[in-house]
Each structure stands twice: as structure tokens, then as C-alpha cells.
């Protein structure tokens, strides 16, 4: 099976500006989630989608938002670029074990967002 | 809500010895999955171990070994005859057993191998 992709791998954007990135998930796997990652504050959950809906949230101001499509990919945007956004955003897939409430989550290589 | 603490940002072993990166957490729920990852240079994160909270029996997977204390509320983890590709940040992570799937990590150890 092909692996979490993300695209793009590496983004330049300016204060201001908005940003689109996009992640499709391993085949069959219905919930896809969203890291931000910085050295400072390490990964910090940002949304979880599963069969198109959000069904957690972290604590990101609203100009973070996702939405995740019919065939599992989901996309991440955010709006009014700010300085402190530049990391690396990881997207996940997972499936459910059918244990309990475990699932596994697989890891995409993640997009290089730096703002500038 | 809940809070994984690694409080060794960096580590480091010499090849084939043995290397304990420490984790804790805190949570009020009873039933919960603790994992730990490996961040390689390269980035892509791969899952090392998993132990679910109602199991007793500490998890294990070939070199890789968890010390899981419930009552402390510690998770560490031991890497054993330490290889050269062990080199990688190391992030332990949290989840609730029934709260969908949302995962709390720890801010990583770098681990050095020195061969």
C-alpha cells in the first residue's frame, strides 16, 4: 500500500497570505489528522477529520481550518499567514484495530511551511 | 487535559549499549494508549511501541522495551544493543481510549548514537 502523502513538501508564503495543503491517506483509512510541528512546542494537534466530519479540535485560532473529501483526502487552510505559523505540518491516517478504541496511525513526511 | 512531559530534550548511547528516554503524563481517564514514535532525520514519523493502558505486561518489540507505571503515571522506554539507525528524535504520546482520535506529544529527545 502506498503511504500518507502530502503536498506540497515545501511552501514559501508571505505575512497575509492564506495557504492550502493537502494530504491523502493510505487507502481504506477514514480519519486523517493534522500536526503543527516546531522545535519550541513539539507537535501540537491541530484537527481530526473522519468520514468528512471534524470530529476533534485543538486549540488553534479560526484561521486554522481542514476539511476531508468523499475519498478520504483532506486539506488543510490557513488564512491570514502569521510568522509564528512556520513549521512543519504533519498529517496522519489511521485506521481502527477493532480493538477497544485503538487505531493506527501512520505518519505523512509533512509540508515545510515558512512564512516570511 | 492532558499532558505528556519528556524532560531529556537530548540523549545520547554509545552503539550496542543500553538507553532509557523517559516519559510522564498526566490524565484523570482509566483507559488510554501510550505510544512512543521515532522522528529520523528525514521526518517521517514511524510508531516504535504501543501499550494500552488495561494491560499489566509491559509492551516489547525485538530491542524495543516500555517500563509503563500506571500509578506514576511513567512511560519510558529502553532501547537495547542501540544501532546507528536508532539515531532519531523520540516523542512519547498519549491518547484516550474513547475520546475519537486525538493524540497529545511530548516535545521529543534527540538521541545521539556514537559509534
Known amino acids: 500500500k502506498a503511504g500518507v502523502t502530502q503536498t506540497p513538501r515545501y511552501l514559501i508564503k508571505t505575512r497575509g497570505q492564506q495557504v492550502t495543503l493537502s494530504c491523502s491517506p493510505i487507502?481504506?483509512?477514514?480519519?486523517v489528522s493534522w500536526y503543527q510541528q516546531t522545535p519550541g512546542q513539539g507537535l501540537q494537534f491541530l484537527f481530526e477529520?473522519?468520514?468528512?466530519?471534524?470530529?476533534n479540535k485543538g486549540n488553534f485560532p479560526g484561521r486554522f481550518s481542514g476539511r476531508q473529501f468523499s475519498n478520504s483526502r483532506s486539506e488543510m487552510n490557513v488564512s491570514t499567514l502569521e510568522l509564528g505559523d512556520s513549521a512543519l505540518y504533519l498529517c496522519?491516517?489511521?485506521?481502527?484495530?477493532?480493538?477497544?478504541?485503538?487505531?493506527?496511525?501512520?505518519f505523512g513526511p509533512g509540508t515545510r511551511l515558512t512564512v516570511t | 487535559a492532558q499532558t505528556v512531559t519528556q524532560s531529556q530534550p537530548e540523549m545520547s548511547v554509545q552503539e550496542a549499549e543500553t538507553v532509557t528516554l523517559s516519559c510522564t503524563y498526566d490524565?484523570?481517564?482509566?483507559?488510554?494508549?501510550l505510544f512512543w514514535y521515532k522522528q529520523p532525520p528525514s521526518r517521517q514519523m514511524i510508531l516504535v511501541i504501543r501499550?494500552?493502558?488495561?494491560?499489566?505486561q509491559n509492551a516489547t518489540e525485538n530491542r524495543f522495551s516500555v517500563n509503563f507505571q500506571k500509578a506514576a503515571k511513567s512511560f519510558s522506554l529502553k532501547i537495547s544493543d542501540s544501532q546507528l539507525g536508532d539515531a532519531a528524535m523520540y516523542f512519547c504520546?498519549?491518547?484516550?481510549?474513547?475520546?475519537?482520535?486525538?493524540?497529545?506529544f511530548g516535545t521529543g529527545t534527540s538521541l545521539t548514537v556514537i559509534p
Open positions: 501499550q494500552e493502558a488495561y494491560k499489566q
Open positions: 504520546a498519549y491518547r484516550d481510549a474513547n475520546t475519537g482520535n486525538q493524540f497529545y
Open positions: 490524565t484523570s481517564e482509566s483507559d488510554y494508549y
Open positions: 477529520y473522519f468520514s468528512e466530519t471534524q470530529r
Open positions: 496522519a491516517s489511521s485506521f481502527w484495530t477493532g480493538t477497544g478504541g485503538l487505531y493506527e496511525q501512520y
Open positions: 487507502s481504506g483509512h477514514r480519519s
